[in-house]
């Protein structure tokens, strides 16, 4: 069943609306002065300089949708090492999501908010780290999403199974906020990997 949350004050609310209006212009900003792949291949090689990804481990990535910074040279780069690599997949609104196995040549499928998931008979996976997108971040390691709740649902559920999960925000440095508005139910990341550092959350 989909895990509820807690509406949180209204305005809460509409201050995530505005600040994700303003968060969506600057990334296209920083986009146009540093191409999403570019950045994302500088914040790969940070993430695997300064965090330990055991054999074994399952990575959960996303495919990049207009200027969001690319994961995709760290998925490839991930994927030579012999470590399995997720795609996450919106089951239903209100719910966690699940991930699908990726590999290059892997079929993509639409899989709505105009996202592309790995088709249906790629098997799921459960990760244990997981690269999250997102709009903006604040040093607390609170993150601002698109609005449907989906990584927090999944890192509380994931969190809550009581197995060690890593949560990292992939971004440009660029969208680092003083703080992001933010409910009870919010879930921090653990760490911050940009094309300019990579951070662990105190």
């Known amino acids: 069943m989909p895990s509820a949350l807690t509406a949180p004050p209204a305005s809460i609310l509409q201050d ?28 790969a090689t940070l993430l695997l300089a300064g965090i330990a990804v055991a054999p ?25 090492a012999g470590i399995a690599i ?11 999501l699940l991930f699908r196995r990726w590999r290059p040549g892997t079929r993509l499928v639409p899989g709505g908010f105009k996202t592309e998931v790995p088709s249906p008979e790629e098997p799921e996976l459960t990760p244990n780290l997981l690269v999250v997108p997102l709009l903006a971040f604040d040093r607390q390691g609170y993150r601002l999403g698109y609005g449907g709740g989906f990584y927090d649902r999944t890192l509380a559920k994931l969190r809550s199974a009581g ?15 003083e ?18 550092s990579l951070q662990k959350i105190a």
């Open 163 to 177: 197995g060690a999960v890593t949560a990292v925000g992939f971004a440009y440095a660029g969208q680092e906020v």
């Open 16 to 43: 995530k609306v505005e600040f994700r209006r303003k968060a969506f212009a600057r990334r296209q900003a920083l986009a146009r002065d540093e191409p999403p792949s570019a950045a994302g291949a500088k914040a």
């Open 56 to 80: 074994g481990s399952v990575v959960s990535a996303y495919w990049p949708m207009g200027d969001e910074i690319d994961p995709r040279p760290l998925m490839e780069r991930l994927h030579e």
């Open 179 to 196: 703080a992001v508005p933010r409910a009870g139910y919010d879930q921090r990341l653990d760490w911050l990997a940009t094309e300019r």
């Open 86 to 96: 997720g795609l996450p997949v919106v089951v239903a609104k209100g719910a966690p």
